[in-house]
Protein backbone atom coordinates (compact mmCIF):
# COMPACT_ATOMS: atom_id res chain seq x y z
CA UNK A 1 0.00 0.00 0.00
CA UNK A 2 1.46 3.26 -0.93
CA UNK A 3 1.64 6.41 1.53
CA UNK A 4 -1.52 8.41 0.07
CA UNK A 5 -3.56 5.82 0.64
CA UNK A 6 -2.54 4.66 3.98
CA UNK A 7 -3.09 8.08 4.89
CA UNK A 8 -6.77 7.75 3.40
CA UNK A 9 -7.22 5.06 5.22
CA UNK A 10 -6.30 6.57 8.57
CA UNK A 11 -8.51 9.52 7.55
CA UNK A 12 -11.29 7.53 6.54
CA UNK A 13 -11.10 5.45 9.74
CA UNK A 14 -10.82 8.60 12.38
CA UNK A 15 -13.40 9.94 10.33
CA UNK A 16 -16.12 6.87 10.92
CA UNK A 17 -15.03 6.87 14.50
CA UNK A 18 -15.55 10.35 14.74
CA UNK A 19 -19.63 10.22 13.50
CA UNK A 20 -19.75 7.14 15.76
CA UNK A 21 -18.80 8.84 19.15
CA UNK A 22 -20.91 11.62 17.60
CA UNK A 23 -23.76 9.43 16.79
CA UNK A 24 -23.37 7.74 20.41
CA UNK A 25 -23.19 10.68 22.23
CA UNK A 26 -26.65 11.69 20.36
CA UNK A 27 -28.17 8.59 21.67
CA UNK A 28 -27.08 9.28 25.09
CA UNK A 29 -28.73 12.87 25.42
CA UNK A 30 -31.98 10.92 24.40
CA UNK A 31 -31.64 7.99 26.35
CA UNK A 32 -31.22 10.46 29.49
CA UNK A 33 -33.73 13.11 28.65
CA UNK A 34 -35.84 13.32 31.51
CA UNK A 35 -38.47 15.77 29.54
CA UNK A 36 -38.96 13.55 26.74
CA UNK A 37 -39.35 10.18 29.80
CA UNK A 38 -41.79 13.04 31.64
CA UNK A 39 -43.97 13.36 28.07
CA UNK A 40 -43.99 9.85 27.45
CA UNK A 41 -45.36 8.72 31.00
CA UNK A 42 -47.93 11.22 30.79
CA UNK A 43 -49.04 9.69 27.45
CA UNK A 44 -48.85 6.48 29.18
CA UNK A 45 -51.19 7.01 32.40
CA UNK A 46 -53.50 9.14 29.77
CA UNK A 47 -53.60 6.75 27.27
CA UNK A 48 -57.28 4.85 27.17
CA UNK A 49 -55.86 1.70 26.17
CA UNK A 50 -53.58 1.41 29.09
CA UNK A 51 -53.11 -1.16 30.74
CA UNK A 52 -53.07 -0.82 34.39
CA UNK A 53 -52.25 -3.20 37.27
CA UNK A 54 -53.54 -1.58 40.94
CA UNK A 55 -50.78 -2.44 43.25
CA UNK A 56 -52.73 -2.83 46.91
CA UNK A 57 -50.61 -2.47 51.01
CA UNK A 58 -49.33 -5.76 52.07
CA UNK A 59 -52.29 -7.35 53.95
CA UNK A 60 -51.22 -7.48 57.49
CA UNK A 61 -49.33 -4.29 57.86
CA UNK A 62 -51.46 -0.97 59.50
CA UNK A 63 -48.32 1.27 58.82
CA UNK A 64 -48.60 0.74 55.29
CA UNK A 65 -52.82 0.82 55.08
CA UNK A 66 -52.96 4.25 53.33
CA UNK A 67 -50.09 3.29 50.57
CA UNK A 68 -50.53 2.03 46.74
CA UNK A 69 -49.78 2.19 43.33
CA UNK A 70 -50.70 1.51 39.47
CA UNK A 71 -48.46 -0.35 36.82
CA UNK A 72 -49.72 1.24 33.37
CA UNK A 73 -48.38 0.46 30.44
CA UNK A 74 -49.75 0.16 26.95
CA UNK A 75 -49.85 -2.56 24.49
CA UNK A 76 -47.21 -3.05 22.54
CA UNK A 77 -44.92 -0.58 23.82
CA UNK A 78 -41.56 -1.36 26.41
CA UNK A 79 -42.23 1.97 28.59
CA UNK A 80 -43.69 1.04 31.91
CA UNK A 81 -45.18 3.76 34.29
CA UNK A 82 -45.49 2.98 38.21
CA UNK A 83 -46.99 5.49 40.06
CA UNK A 84 -46.99 5.59 44.15
CA UNK A 85 -49.21 7.04 46.59
CA UNK A 86 -49.51 7.69 50.37
CA UNK A 87 -45.98 6.34 51.18
CA UNK A 88 -44.23 7.68 54.55
CA UNK A 89 -41.21 9.79 54.37
CA UNK A 90 -37.80 8.06 54.48
CA UNK A 91 -34.55 8.73 55.43
CA UNK A 92 -30.69 8.29 55.12
CA UNK A 93 -30.43 5.11 52.82
CA UNK A 94 -33.58 4.41 52.79
CA UNK A 95 -35.51 3.98 49.98
CA UNK A 96 -38.96 2.57 48.19
CA UNK A 97 -37.37 -0.41 46.36
CA UNK A 98 -39.68 -1.53 43.09
CA UNK A 99 -39.33 -4.97 42.59
CA UNK A 100 -40.79 -6.63 39.06
CA UNK A 101 -41.02 -10.57 38.87
CA UNK A 102 -41.60 -12.22 34.76
CA UNK A 103 -41.00 -15.66 33.33
CA UNK A 104 -37.10 -14.63 33.74
CA UNK A 105 -37.43 -14.15 37.61
CA UNK A 106 -36.99 -11.02 39.41
CA UNK A 107 -35.89 -7.66 38.56
CA UNK A 108 -34.87 -4.61 40.70
CA UNK A 109 -36.35 -2.12 38.41
CA UNK A 110 -35.31 0.72 40.82
CA UNK A 111 -35.61 2.80 43.96
CA UNK A 112 -37.71 5.99 44.73
CA UNK A 113 -38.07 8.67 47.42
CA UNK A 114 -41.56 9.68 47.80
CA UNK A 115 -41.99 13.59 47.58
CA UNK A 116 -43.52 15.65 50.54
CA UNK A 117 -47.31 14.68 49.29
CA UNK A 118 -45.97 10.82 49.64
CA UNK A 119 -46.09 10.24 46.11
CA UNK A 120 -43.66 8.42 43.76
CA UNK A 121 -43.08 7.49 39.99
CA UNK A 122 -40.82 5.61 38.36
CA UNK A 123 -40.18 5.09 34.64
CA UNK A 124 -39.00 1.84 32.97
CA UNK A 125 -38.33 1.01 29.43
CA UNK A 126 -35.88 -1.92 30.13
CA UNK A 127 -36.69 -5.39 31.06
CA UNK A 128 -38.87 -7.47 32.28
CA UNK A 129 -41.07 -5.95 29.25
CA UNK A 130 -44.52 -4.77 30.34
CA UNK A 131 -46.76 -7.65 29.26
CA UNK A 132 -44.25 -10.27 31.07
CA UNK A 133 -44.93 -8.93 34.19
CA UNK A 134 -47.16 -11.27 36.60
CA UNK A 135 -45.73 -9.47 40.20
CA UNK A 136 -44.64 -6.69 41.74
CA UNK A 137 -42.83 -5.62 44.89
CA UNK A 138 -42.36 -2.47 46.94
CA UNK A 139 -40.87 -2.50 49.83
CA UNK A 140 -39.03 -0.01 52.13
CA UNK A 141 -35.47 -0.85 52.32
CA UNK A 142 -31.89 -0.25 51.51
CA UNK A 143 -30.58 -0.88 47.92
CA UNK A 144 -28.35 -3.68 48.15
CA UNK A 145 -28.27 -4.35 44.20
CA UNK A 146 -30.25 -7.99 45.22
CA UNK A 147 -32.71 -8.64 42.75
CA UNK A 148 -35.13 -10.71 45.32
CA UNK A 149 -37.46 -8.37 46.87
CA UNK A 150 -36.17 -7.42 50.43
CA UNK A 151 -37.09 -4.90 53.11
CA UNK A 152 -39.89 -3.76 54.88
CA UNK A 153 -43.13 -5.19 52.59
CA UNK A 154 -45.26 -2.21 51.73
CA UNK A 155 -47.40 -2.96 47.90
CA UNK A 156 -47.72 -6.30 46.48
CA UNK A 157 -49.80 -7.19 43.25
CA UNK A 158 -49.71 -10.68 41.71
CA UNK A 159 -52.34 -12.18 39.00
CA UNK A 160 -52.14 -16.37 39.04
CA UNK A 161 -53.61 -15.64 35.41
CA UNK A 162 -50.39 -14.05 33.74
CA UNK A 163 -48.15 -16.32 35.85
CA UNK A 164 -46.46 -19.36 34.86
CA UNK A 165 -48.46 -22.28 36.34
CA UNK A 166 -45.99 -23.85 39.16
CA UNK A 167 -45.23 -19.87 39.90
CA UNK A 168 -47.38 -18.71 42.94
CA UNK A 169 -46.79 -15.14 44.84
CA UNK A 170 -43.60 -14.28 46.42
CA UNK A 171 -43.48 -15.18 50.17
CA UNK A 172 -42.09 -12.41 52.49
CA UNK A 173 -41.62 -14.81 55.32
CA UNK A 174 -39.13 -17.04 53.46
CA UNK A 175 -37.94 -14.83 51.16
CA UNK A 176 -39.12 -16.52 48.16
Known amino acids: MSQPTRRGARLALILLLALAVGWLGLRAVRAFDQDRHAAEAAAVVAAPDAVVHRLPPVPGR ?11 FRPGEWFTVLRLHGLAPVGGRERY ?69 KAGPFDFVRGV
Open 62 to 72: PQVAAAGGELR
Open 97 to 165: LVFMRNYWGWVLAGAVHPDAAGDAELRSATEPKPPTIYEVVVTRGIDDATSVPHGEPVLHWYDPGLAPP
